[in-house]
């Protein structure tokens, strides 16, 4: 249903799209403006990016197979590249007809109607994106997202187009080239801006707080699990997310009931969050010893205030082996980080003699 939503909407910007470079090229051409053809070559780059996109998500609809066993949702990603791509072509090609208007200027001839049919234009792209940009929100389509925001963008270069015709047949006064300029670099932008977005994507940027926090609630609520940690997850294409993440059980359960425990909590977190857990790793937390909770309590305060340790999780003591065993979780970019680690190792046995130290530091990768 998501991918015939998508498809749907994008036919929907099509041919509203189309309809808007018929009417402004025609427009532009009798006009002889450069400012609202430019504006017409920006629709028709819309109406390929919503061509793309239609592409982008059938393609993302094959099934995994052994060569992508995780499917092929990244295509939508690669869609949207060549979306930027698109636009950024037209930004290119619209910077290098500006310059040749301002080296060969020619005198535009504006009419009532072609204010009327830019006016029309700017209520229609103002619909078209708010439409388009909601449905990519609420399917999380970055191919419609990008798309929605460049239509409430076109309208308001649009409205740059309709105030140099409203200039020149008022005032007398041509500004077409100045508001070419204006659009040429907006198309840059806004290409420009979306090629960010979608490389940053592709690369494997921070999964949003508010998935993160929904998937480790959804774990906690599997009884058993007193903490989650360690949480790590991947995006092979939107709503397809792969993680893994420890939990922290008491160290008395069996291992027939940790078995159970780990597929409640894979179950419960694609029930309620849609992401699969790959893995769900086990910490054991000591359950019966106050001396224990004391060393907890007293190590992880000390760390939080050293100031670059954000979580203090997995503590575990061997008592028969004197052994003390804990992760920290730290910020990217701490400097000097070893010498860091080897001075919290140097507290530790101080404060508590003849332990030796397993610790393990994680990176910051999820909130």
């Given at each position: 249903m998501r991918e015939k939503k998508i498809i749907q909407t994008s036919l929907i910007a099509i041919v509203m799209n189309l309809l808007l470079v018929a009417f402004k090229m025609g427009i532009g051409l009798i006009a002889n403006s450069l400012s609202i053809i430019l504006d017409a070559v920006n629709n028709l780059s819309d109406a390929l990016s919503s061509i793309i996109t239609i592409g982008g998500t059938t393609l993302s609809k094959k099934t995994a197979d052994k060569e992508h066993p995780y499917g092929h949702g990244r295509y939508e990603y690669i869609a949207a590249l060549i979306v930027a791509f698109i636009i950024l072509y037209a930004g290119i090609q619209s910077v290098i007809e500006t310059i040749k208007l301002w080296l060969h200027p020619s005198q535009p001839k504006y009419s009532w109607w072609s204010v009327l049919i830019v006016t029309v234009a700017i209520f229609v792209k103002i619909f078209l994106g708010n439409y388009v940009q909601q449905v990519g929100i609420q399917l999380d389509s970055p191919s419609l997202k990008n798309s929605g925001q460049d239509a409430k963008n076109d309208s308001l270069l649009s409205v740059a187009t309709l105030m140099?015709?409203?200039?020149?047949?008022?005032?007398?006064?041509?500004?077409?080239?100045?508001?070419?300029?204006?659009?040429?670099?907006?198309?840059?932008?806004?290409?420009?801006?979306?090629?960010?977005?979608?490389?940053?994507?592709?690369?494997?940027?921070?999964?949003?707080?508010?998935?993160?926090?929904?998937?480790?609630?959804?774990?906690?609520?599997?009884?058993?699990?007193?903490?989650?940690?360690?949480?790590?997850?991947?995006?092979?294409?939107?709503?397809?997310?792969?993680?893994?993440?420890?939990?922290?059980?008491?160290?008395?359960?069996?291992?027939?009931?940790?078995?159970?425990?780990?597929?409640?909590?894979?179950?419960?977190?694609?029930?309620?969050?849609?992401?699969?857990?790959?893995?769900?790793?086990?910490?054991?937390?000591?359950?019966?010893?106050?001396?224990?909770?004391?060393?907890?309590?007293?190590?992880?305060?000390?760390?939080?205030?050293?100031?670059?340790?954000?979580?203090?999780?997995?503590?575990?003591?061997?008592?028969?082996?004197?052994?003390?065993?804990?992760?920290?979780?730290?910020?990217?970019?701490?400097?000097?980080?070893?010498?860091?680690?080897?001075?919290?190792?140097?507290w530790i046995k101080k404060e508590y003699p003849g332990y030796a130290i397993d610790l393990t530091i994680d990176p910051d990768t999820t909130d």
């Open positions: 140099s015709a409203l200039s020149s047949l008022w005032l007398h006064f041509e500004i077409d080239k100045y508001v070419s300029v204006v659009i040429a670099l907006f198309i840059l932008k806004s290409g420009y801006d979306i090629l960010n977005e979608t490389l940053s994507r592709i690369l494997g940027e921070r999964i949003s707080s508010s998935l993160t926090s929904s998937v480790i609630e959804a774990a906690k609520h599997v009884p058993g699990v007193c903490g989650v940690y360690d949480l790590f997850i991947n995006d092979y294409g939107p709503n397809r997310w792969i993680g893994s993440l420890h939990v922290e059980v008491e160290d008395t359960t069996s291992a027939s009931r940790i078995d159970q425990l780990s597929r409640k909590v894979m179950r419960q977190v694609y029930i309620e969050t849609g992401v699969t857990l790959s893995a769900v790793g086990i910490y054991a937390r000591n359950s019966h010893s106050e001396e224990v909770n004391e060393m907890r309590t007293g190590i992880s305060k000390y760390c939080l205030q050293l100031g670059f340790v954000k979580q203090v999780h997995g503590f575990l003591v061997d008592q028969e082996n004197k052994r003390i065993r804990f992760d920290i979780v730290v910020p990217f970019g701490i400097k000097s980080l070893n010498q860091k680690q080897m001075d919290l190792k140097e």
